[in-house]
Structure formats: structure tokens, C-alpha cells
């Protein structure tokens, strides 16, 4: 029998590290697990989620309009906020729910609170204290804000999901994942949107081509985009807010939201206490087996701060259950992860970007087709989808497949295991296309982008 009371214990309740306890305890492995929040964490009570219940509302506004060149009659829609957000509180409750029970019937002990190392093998939860041979730390991320005069009167998307009301007037700062994606859904559901960002795209890392055209297609709903812009204060006047920008010029807003990213969870959780010891950038420092500096205490997910998804921490997870109870080794690859962005369009990619393959790979050929969706030849929309592959000349190897528009996440997953196999241009040329589908796009593009000249090519 062993010392301690657990084999191992998890402290944060999020995807990965209920993934993982399950897991484990499926092996026979005495598991406990704290969380000071809902159980669920980022992903399912104030992240993925919940958003993505959000966009599904935001996209009827698109439907109702698309109607009319179908044939269809539609009073103009009228949207009740209030009823939306219940809804989602519903669902969210419900999912909330089936966690625990998930939990439960694994036979993982759940401890209400936060919880914190006392030393490498101690962790105390609201008083009490319970000792476990192996830690997993999956605390997780929090949003982080610059500090500017004013912050205080911003929210972040923990509060965007949660409003009372529908803001007639939002300023969202940041160009990333969760500042486009509420972007869409706020003007999607009325409101008149500005999106605030210092750089000269939106979505730093993605393809340029992805960047320019979804930027585009957001211009097109009518979200105004201010690139190469800060914001330096900001003031509460009457009930909304005036923003300050950098370049002299000043913004209204009822609601100000802020999308500056996310920092790794790590202060008071007894890290320092234990010996684990944090990064550079602040997080968890970890080795291939999720191992942090004390060999026995393990991280995952947004706390040690690589790839910060959700299905990246719910593997790292299990790959360690799997590893420690099962006599399986494993270790997670990090390599061609596809992801998604919920804007509208949504945005999804696997692989290398053009800029990425070109410095790694040297010479690459690249196919892009921009084409109206064909919903749209009715709907009168001018929505266009942008899909790319990204080839190794050498090799003929598809390093990367990107695209924008309706269902980019659906089609994206499937190419994701393509990527993944290693297949070729010549093999994606092969496959017959699913007719008519925008995805037989990506196995009918014949023409090759002209080369850059020699001074554009990244
Ligand atoms: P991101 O890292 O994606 O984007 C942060 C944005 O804020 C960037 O545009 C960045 O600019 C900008 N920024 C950072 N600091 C400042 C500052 N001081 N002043 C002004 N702008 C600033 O973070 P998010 O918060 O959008 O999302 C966090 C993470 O959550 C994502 O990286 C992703 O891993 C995950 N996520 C995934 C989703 C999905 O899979 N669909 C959805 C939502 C989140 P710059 O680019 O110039 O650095």
C-alpha cells in the first residue's frame, strides 16, 4: 500500500486535467482532483464553449438575410439577448454537470477549492491536506490586460459571456483568437464593432493570405478595423467609455473589451514551495513526458504555455495516464496541430504557414483558390472563400493547408490527418471530390501561385 492518500492528484478541474484523472483512475490509480472554480474549466464554463454557442446565435443573422434570395419572406428578426445568454448558462450548467458525474463515476475523488503545494508531494485544498506519490498541475490560464491608465473599466471575454445586455457600441483591442471571434459575434448580433490592434494584420502566426482575406470579409460585415493602433487611456464618460488612441484620434464605446492574450496560471498554487520551476516566459517548464524540474510532478495545458488548446491539454492529459498507469509510454506530438478561429467566416489551418515553409523548406508551391461559395450565386452575398496548400517543391510533401470560409473547421480536421500521414500533392490530386462542396476545392487546385519576387518571399 502506498504512503500517500493519492497516486495521483490533479489540481484544476479544466478539459486536461479531468482527461487525465479519468483516465488514470480507469487504470485502477487512487486519483484526486481540486478546482476552485466550475468544474469544466476555461473551455467548457468560460471559453470554447460557451463562444462557440455564441457564434451559432450570431450566425442566424447571415441565414435570415441569405433567405431572401431562396425565396423566403422573413419579417426582419429581432434578437433578445437575454434569451440567448440563458440558454447558454443552460447548457453550460448541464455540461458543468456531466463533468462531475463523469468524474464521479471514474471513482476520482473531488475536492472543492484552490489548490496549493506545500511541498513536492503535500497539497492543501481549502484547509485540508492530502499527500499524493504524482502531481498534475492543469491550472490552466487567466486573461492579462496592459496597464494603461482606465483598464479598470474594461472586461475580458470571462465577462463578454455574461453581459446583460447587447453593447450598442464595441471596442474590442487585441487582433488574436478570441478578439476576432467575439468581434463576429458582437456585430453579428447588431452591435457596431471596432476592433482595435498593434500590428498590420490581425491573427499574428497565420498565414498572410488567411490575414488579409478574413480581414476582408470582416471589413465586408461592416467591423471597422484600426491596424497599427494602441490604445494608451481610457475614460469613463457618462455611461459608455472614450478611448485614446496612439495616433491622436479618440474611439466611443459603450462596452470596451479587451483580447491582449493569456497568461499561465501559476502564482499562488505552491510551485516555488514543491521546486517546480517556471520558463522564461513565466510558465511551467516542461520536458517531452510532461515532466516539470521535479520529476514527479507533471503539467499540462495552458499553464506550461505551448499550444494552448484545448484538445492539446485533454492529450498531454492522458498521454501521462496512459504513461504512469498503463504501462504505455507515450508522449504527445506537437507537430501539424490543426486549429480554428470561430469568426465569421472562420478561419482554419493545419501545418506550415507560406512564410514559415519557405524559411524551413526553401523552395515551396503554393496553390490559392479565392471563389464565391456557391450558397451564395443565390444569397447575393459577397462572401468569398480563400483556401491555400502550402508544397514542397522537393518532396511534393502538402506542408500546409489554410483556409477561410463557411465550414473551414469541419474540412480543415479531415485534411489535418492528411498532413499529418505525410501525403502529397500528387495523392491529395488523386482523391475525387465530394461534388459540389467547397472541400473538393482542396483536391482540384491545379494552378500554381507565380513565384514571389525574389525581395517579397518571407
Ligand atoms: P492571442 O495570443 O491569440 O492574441 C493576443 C492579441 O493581443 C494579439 O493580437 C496581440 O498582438 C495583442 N496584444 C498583446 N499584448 C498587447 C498589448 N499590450 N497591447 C495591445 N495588444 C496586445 O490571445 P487571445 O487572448 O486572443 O487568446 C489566447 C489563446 O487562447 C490563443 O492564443 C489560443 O491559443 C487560445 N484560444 C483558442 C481558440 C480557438 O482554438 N478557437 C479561441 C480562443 C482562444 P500581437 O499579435 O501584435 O502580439
Known amino acids: 500500500m502506498s504512503k500517500y492518500d493519492f497516486d495521483l492528484f490533479t489540481i484544476g478541474a479544466g478539459s486536461g486535467g479531468v482527461a487525465s484523472s479519468r ?44 433567405a431572401a434570395g431562396y425565396g423566403w419572406h422573413v419579417a426582419p428578426p429581432v434578437h433578445d439577448w437575454a434569451s440567448l445568454i440563458a440558454a447558454k448558462n443552460r447548457e453550460i450548467d448541464r455540461l458543468n454537470g456531466i463533468y462531475i458525474k463523469l468524474l464521479e463515476d471514474s471513482g476520482v475523488k473531488i475536492f472543492e477549492g484552490r489548490g496549493r503545494l506545500i511541498d513536492a508531494h503535500t497539497i492543501e485544498i481549502a484547509g485540508k491536506r492530502v499527500t499524493a506519490e504524482r502531481i498534475l498541475i492543469a491550472t490552466g490560464g487567466h486573461p492579462t490586460v496592459p496597464a494603461i491608465p482606465g483598464i479598470e473599466h474594461v472586461i475580458s471575454s470571462n465577462e463578454a459571456l455574461d453581459l446583460l445586455s447587447l453593447p450598442r457600441r464595441v471596442v474590442i483591442v487585441g487582433g488574436g483568437y478570441i478578439a476576432v ?28 493570405d488567411v490575414r488579409v482575406a478574413l480581414a476582408q470579409e470582416m471589413r465586408d460585415r461592416g467591423i471597422e478595423l484600426l491596424a497599427r493602433t494602441e490604445i494608451v487611456r481610457i475614460e469613463k464618460v457618462g455611461p459608455g467609455y472614450t478611448l485614446f488612441t496612439d495616433k491622436g484620434a479618440e474611439l466611443s464605446a459603450d462596452l470596451v473589451m479587451y483580447a491582449t492574450g493569456r497568461k499561465p496560471n501559476t502564482k499562488g498554487v505552491g510551485l516555488e514551495e514543491a521546486g517546480v520551476q517556471l520558463n522564461k516566459a513565466g510558465a511551467v517548464a516542461v520536458d517531452e513526458k510532461q515532466r516539470t524540474t521535479v520529476p514527479h510532478i507533471y503539467a499540462i495545458g495552458d499553464v506550461t504555455d505551448r499550444l494552448n488548446l484545448t484538445p492539446v491539454a485533454i ?102 490527418i492528411a498532413v499529418k500521414c505525410g501525403a502529397t500533392k500528387r495523392q491529395f490530386d488523386q482523391t475525387i471530390g465530394i461534388h459540389p462542396t467547397a472541400a473538393e476545392e482542396f483536391v482540384t487546385m491545379r494552378d500554381k501561385v507565380p513565384e514571389p519576387k525574389a525581395d517579397a518571399a518571407e
Request: a negative charge; glycine letters at 10%; hydrophobic letters at 40%.
Open 23 to 66: 483516465r488514470a483512475a480507469s487504470y485502477g490509480a487512487r486519483v484526486g482532483i481540486c478546482e476552485e472554480s466550475r468544474i469544466g474549466g476555461t473551455c467548457v464554463i468560460r471559453g470554447c464553449v460557451p463562444k462557440k454557442l455564441l457564434v451559432y446565435g450570431a450566425q442566424f443573422t447571415d441565414a435570415f438575410a441569405d
Open 181 to 208: 471571434e467575439f468581434a463576429g459575434i458582437f456585430n453579428g448580433l447588431g452591435s457596431h464593432v471596432t476592433e482595435v490592434f498593434r500590428g498590420d494584420e490581425l491573427l499574428t502566426g497565420f498565414d498572410d
Open 315 to 416: 492529450a498531454e492529459g492522458r498521454a501521462i495516464a496512459e504513461t504512469l498507469f498503463n504501462d504505455n509510454p507515450m508522449t504527445v506530438d506537437h507537430e501539424n496541430i490543426a486549429t480554428a478561429v470561430f469568426s465569421q467566416p472562420p478561419v482554419a489551418t493545419v501545418g506550415l504557414t507560406e512564410g514559415q515553409a519557405r524559411k524551413i523548406h526553401g523552395a515551396v508551391d503554393i496553390y490559392r483558390a479565392r471563389f464565391r461559395p456557391m450558397k451564395h450565386t443565390l444569397s447575393g452575398r459577397s462572401e468569398r472563400t480563400m483556401m491555400k496548400l502550402v508544397v514542397d517543391r522537393e518532396s511534393d510533401r502538402v506542408l500546409g493547408c489554410h483556409m477561410v470560409g463557411t465550414d473551414a473547421p469541419e474540412i480543415i480536421q479531415g485534411l489535418a
